[in-house]
């Protein structure tokens, strides 16, 4: 009955591969949101989602792209993974995008080597 | 722009002892207010937050946060540690810009000891 959650835990992989993390809440919240969570423990946002549509995206690369099939998944695909890419990466939700019941998953915790 | 300042990058707490964790934020309107608690390997989970009212909220596990509009604060405390209290602690503001992102702290790594 997990809320908001993400597969895989762990993720191991090469400089240069692509590789996505999927994201799916059961709360019918309308707003999703990816975090990524640095090696300092520093959090930030990365993109925002309301409805299936892009509202925000906080300067990230290129090489990220999220895709929505629909409001309860919001999966992040990574192209040409780089070092620098190692991360625990969050997956929230909202009940709208007024932030309330802001949700976090697990996270993802992915390693380029 | 909007940020959060958790001064301590870790505090040790004997078990027993009472805890206090600061936070103070910069944010031009009426902030939404949250602490998370991250242990280790595992997600983030909600202690407590403010949006209005009350300025002294209760969370779960025994926290409590007061939110003091004159010092840009919202300090975390429980008044007795316990052992599995051990974890990092984040503050963060609700910026609403249209939606709502969360500016996180740094962070506060809390260590207990016996």
């Known amino acids: 009955d997990t809320a908001v959650s993400q597969t895989p835990k762990y993720l191991v992989t090469q400089m240069g591969n692509d590789k996505s993390i999927k994201c799916e809440q059961n709360?019918?919240?309308?707003?999703m949101y990816w975090y990524k969570q640095d090696s300092k423990k520093f959090l930030k946002i990365m993109f925002s989602?309301?409805?299936?549509?892009?509202?925000i995206n906080e300067t990230v690369p290129n090489r990220f792209s999220p895709k929505s099939p629909d409001k309860a998944h919001l999966n992040l695909h990574i192209n040409s993974l780089e070092l620098g890419d190692s991360a625990v990466y969050f997956c929230?939700?909202?009940?709208?995008?007024?932030?309330?019941?802001?949700?976090f998953g697990s996270g993802t915790r992915l390693t380029v080597v | 722009a909007q940020s959060v300042t958790q001064p301590d990058i870790h505090i040790t707490v004997s078990e027993g002892a009472s805890l206090e964790l600061r936070c103070n934020y910069s944010?031009?309107?009426?902030?939404?207010l949250f602490w998370y608690v991250q242990s280790p390997g595992q997600g983030l989970q909600l202690l407590l937050k403010?949006?209005?009212?009350?300025?002294l909220v209760q969370g779960i596990k025994g926290f409590e946060a007061e939110f003091k509009r004159s010092q840009s604060s919202f300090n975390l405390r429980k008044p007795s540690v316990h052992w599995s209290d051990a974890a990092e602690y984040f503050c963060?503001?609700?910026?609403?810009?249209?939606?709502?992102?969360?500016?996180f702290g740094t962070g506060t790594r809390l260590l207990v000891s016996p």
């Open positions: 929230a939700s909202s009940q709208d995008m007024s932030g309330y019941g802001y949700t």
């Open positions: 709360l019918g919240h309308d707003t």
């Open positions: 989602y309301n409805n299936k549509e892009l509202i």
């Open positions: 944010y031009g309107a009426t902030p939404y």
């Open positions: 403010y949006f209005s009212g009350d300025t």
């Open positions: 963060a503001v609700g910026v609403v810009t249209g939606f709502q992102k969360l500016v």
